[in-house]
């Protein structure tokens, strides 16, 4: 297991995160996973023995349930606090009244206090604010978090599922007012979604953002398990649940490619799939989750895969995006300096 500087932070994190949507399964959160107590500490206990020190959780997974279930892992495990980062995630509905959402200081403030009660812990290391907020100005939502954090109940703070130029005015507003900066960004990203590439990618790298990112096997779809017409079986997660959204004649050729790459290394082409993530140089760490043990064991083993350059070529080459305005310009008109822009 490997271990990455948190943004520009002085936090170290393992290049997995425990991902824990599947824990509890409650209302809606069913069709994803629907793990008790028992199997929770499993996990929670096999994923730290094997060197996974960062685990992510949210409010709204499970109705909460799924706070309370790693809450009460980290306890029975005698788990150091010191010994693991913890992230947390506030913005999604948590009750039936109108201020039960969003990224309102009101709502910040009491959505704080309940993960922390859930979870048993007196701080979390990583706050995420989980989506783009369309009525709260962005100055309260920083103001607020910043709040949090001088209060100690927070360490650090990100967003997951914003857009570049969102994340570039909120810390350049943090940097105005001398507040809390966003550290991070949890988004999306798979051999078979790599829109993060177009405006992301360069921002992050500008700025020194950390990148977590979700869904790495695509719902499940780069599992492996798919038909030739691109169908999976019966009581899969992406069966049930098809999310996220991809184009699937370009997944399904990047499965082909994964299956002769795994087949010369004797993996999993899920295996394939994570190493790729963790192949690029902006990821800092990659959050997977397991319906098993079995597929726990295979999810862990991706940090022993290392892919060549004529792996990383091929599958580059085969799930690549097609050109989009204005990058294929950018790259035309700056094909003549030196030295060749970051990517």
Not at 271 to 298: H, M, N, Y
Request: hydrophobic share 45%; charged share 20%.
């Amino acid at each position: 297991m490997r271990y990455k500087q948190l943004g520009r932070t002085g936090l170290m994190v393992s290049e997995l995160c425990l991902g824990t949507m599947t824990f509890g399964g409650k209302g809606f959160w069913t069709v994803v996973g629907q793990q008790g107590q028992e199997l929770v500490d499993q996990i929670v206990q096999r994923s730290l023995a094997a060197g996974v020190n960062f685990i992510d959780t949210a409010d709204v997974y499970s109705e909460g349930e799924s706070e309370k279930l790693l809450g009460r892992a980290l306890k029975n495990l005698g788990v150091a606090r010191s010994d693991v980062v913890i992230a947390t995630k506030a913005f999604g509905r948590t009750g039936a009244g109108p201020n039960d959402l969003g990224a309102s200081r009101g709502h910040l403030m009491d959505a704080i206090a309940k993960s922390l009660d859930r979870l048993q812990l007196d701080y979390v290391d990583l706050y995420q604010i989980h989506g783009w907020d369309t009525v709260t100005p962005i100055e309260e939502t920083l103001r607020a978090l910043d709040d949090i954090v001088r209060s100690g109940r927070v360490r650090y703070i990100g967003v997951s599922n914003w857009a570049a130029w969102q994340m570039m005015k909120a810390n350049g507003l943090a940097e105005r007012h001398d507040w809390m900066r966003f550290e991070t960004v949890q988004a999306y990203y798979s051999i078979a979604g790599r829109d993060l590439e177009r405006e992301i990618v360069p921002l992050v790298n500008d700025q020194k953002m950390g990148v977590l990112v979700w869904s790495p096997l695509a719902g499940g779809f780069l599992s492996g398990k798919t038909d030739a017409d691109g169908k999976l079986p019966d009581g899969t997660r992406r069966a049930t649940f098809d999310f996220p959204p991809l184009d699937r004649p370009r997944a399904m050729a990047a499965i082909a490619a994964m299956r002769e790459v795994g087949a010369r290394h004797g993996v999993s082409v899920a295996r394939v799939a994570l190493a790729w993530v963790l192949a690029k140089p902006w990821v800092t760490s990659i959050i997977f989750g397991a319906k098993t043990l079995e597929q726990l064991d295979d999810n862990l083993a991706a940090t022993t895969l290392t892919l060549t350059s004529e792996d990383l070529a091929a599958l580059d080459a085969v799930s690549a995006l097609p050109p989009e305005y204005p990058g294929w310009m950018l790259a035309f008109q700056g094909a003549n300096r030196l030295p060749a822009p970051k990517v």
